[in-house]
């Protein structure tokens, strides 16, 4: 009976999406009930994870994944056989294509807007180009934004998956508020002057115009990898760890997971590794969606790090800090032991390289039941607001730590020297 339903569900699948081509024709929204042993199973296979939510595991899954899970015995709903429009038209809030959310250009129009409005504090960088020659930028916030200070830096990066567009809005928004409350809070101020506070809200620009034109459910970007198969992972081609295993990663072009041909294959993550090579970061937040969860390394692994009860006390305090000011609770751990494995991905590779504290929060899924798993407009000020007190204690934390370490500044510098010749390596295993 089992089997004849699945053949049916597969069916029904080809006839709403012919396979015409990788983007679009053989995926749907199953989930997996939480539990030890299927997590266990889950995390060697190498699936597209969509969120996990009140006990389940989404996962966007093609009929080759459906009959891998088949083949071993684990069972599965469907949640969602129609996907939504590439256009959704209850988007309403603004005239924008997608509403609220940024599109490429918006972002553009605002973060250069920002610059002017507030000149003595925030500046705007492109860090490069995309595939698809769209400018990668940076935000720079600081009191002195034209110089290089004997400061902390922190790092908030957004958009490495292109279907995430609320790890777009809660960066940028962190910097609007930043330089919309330098002049009136003393907090704020103190912050700003004491450290250089760097935000790439939109790292997958080519990915976000996809998801938003084309296809809602797209995850990577745009790179063509010949045959009609597109896109590297970005959060899977950084330079620690990479092709660690097949399970954190893959090689398969196909895979939603794929982590490109070699490290740093791509020119999105490529500005990232040159924007930290040249500056000094001893912080940094990666936001993703859809799963209410701080995450810290190592990904690639369930063994500890040497950090690990920093890492685990400051997660804990965010954690605290957000719960307060909406009343949902973001869980925390070891992003190898809470979630899936992966490798080559952000935060393992600065922790890896750096030895900062770094972090993934995954973003709620807070209209998971009347938005079909993404956030709707009214959504973005709820989940920013409580974001913003743990990224604040984040620089706060940078700017006292780093006053411990000024005084014996050349020995760190050899110390991070050689972290970084011992760990750097291609391909390590």
């Not at 009140?54 to 949640?79: C, H, M, S, W």
């Not at 970061?281 to 701080?294: D, E, K, N, R």
């Not at 920013?384 to 006292?400: K, M, V």
Request: proline share 4%; glycine share 6%; hydrophobic share 35%.
């Amino acid at each position: 009976m089992r089997k004849k339903l699945f053949s049916l569900c597969l069916l029904l699948i080809f006839l709403l999406f012919p396979l015409q081509s990788q983007d679009y024709g053989n995926t749907c929204i199953i989930s997996v009930e939480k539990t030890s042993e299927n997590v266990k199973s889950l995390k060697y296979m190498g699936l597209d994870f969509l969120m996990e939510w009140e006990g389940k595991i989404y996962i966007v899954a093609t009929p080759e994944d459906l009959q891998r899970l088949q083949e071993k015995n684990l069972f599965y709903t469907f949640e969602e056989l129609a996907l939504p429009p590439a256009a959704q038209k209850e988007l309403s809030l603004q005239a924008g294509v997608n509403g609220a959310y940024h599109t490429y250009s918006e972002l553009e129009t605002d973060l250069l807007s920002l610059e002017e409005k507030y000149p003595q504090i925030v500046k705007v960088f492109s860090l490069g180009k995309s595939l698809e020659q769209r400018n990668i930028y940076a935000i720079k916030i600081s009191d002195n934004v034209n110089a290089e200070e004997d400061e902390p830096g922190v790092l908030f990066l957004g958009c490495h998956h292109a279907r995430e567009w609320i790890s777009v809005e809660v960066p940028y928004l962190i910097g609007k508020y930043l330089a919309e409350n330098y002049s009136s809070n003393a907090e704020i101020k103190n912050l700003i002057d004491n450290s250089q506070i760097w935000i790439v809200p939109l790292l997958n620009p080519d990915g976000l115009e996809y998801s938003i034109h084309f296809y809602r459910y797209w995850r990577k970007n745009r790179r063509d990898n010949g045959r009609n198969e597109f896109g590297v992972d970005l959060n899977r081609n950084y330079g620690y760890k990479w092709g660690h295993d097949n399970y954190g990663s893959s090689p398969d072009p196909s895979s939603q997971v794929y982590r490109g041909t070699e490290v740093f294959s791509e020119l999105e993550t490529q500005v990232i590794r040159d924007l930290c090579s040249t500056r000094n970061f001893h912080a940094l937040i990666s936001y993703h969606s859809y799963s209410q969860i701080i995450i810290y390394p190592w990904g690639y692994t369930e063994e500890k790090c040497d950090k690990y009860d920093q890492l685990d006390k400051i997660a804990a305090k965010m954690s605290e800090l957000m719960q307060e000011v909406n009343g949902r609770t973001y869980t925390y751990g070891q992003a190898g032991a809470e979630m899936y494995y992966t490798n080559g991905d952000t935060t393992d590779w600065a922790f890896g390289v750096y030895g900062i504290p770094a972090y993934t929060i995954e973003l709620p899924p807070v209209d998971q039941l009347r938005g079909g798993f993404f956030n709707s407009e009214e959504d973005i000020q709820s989940i920013f607001s409580e974001n913003l007190p743990a990224a604040l204690y984040l620089i706060e934390c940078a700017i006292q730590n780093y006053e411990s370490k000024k005084e014996n500044s050349e020995k760190l510098y050899e110390l991070k020297e050689e972290r970084r010749k011992n760990l750097y390596i291609k391909g390590e295993k």
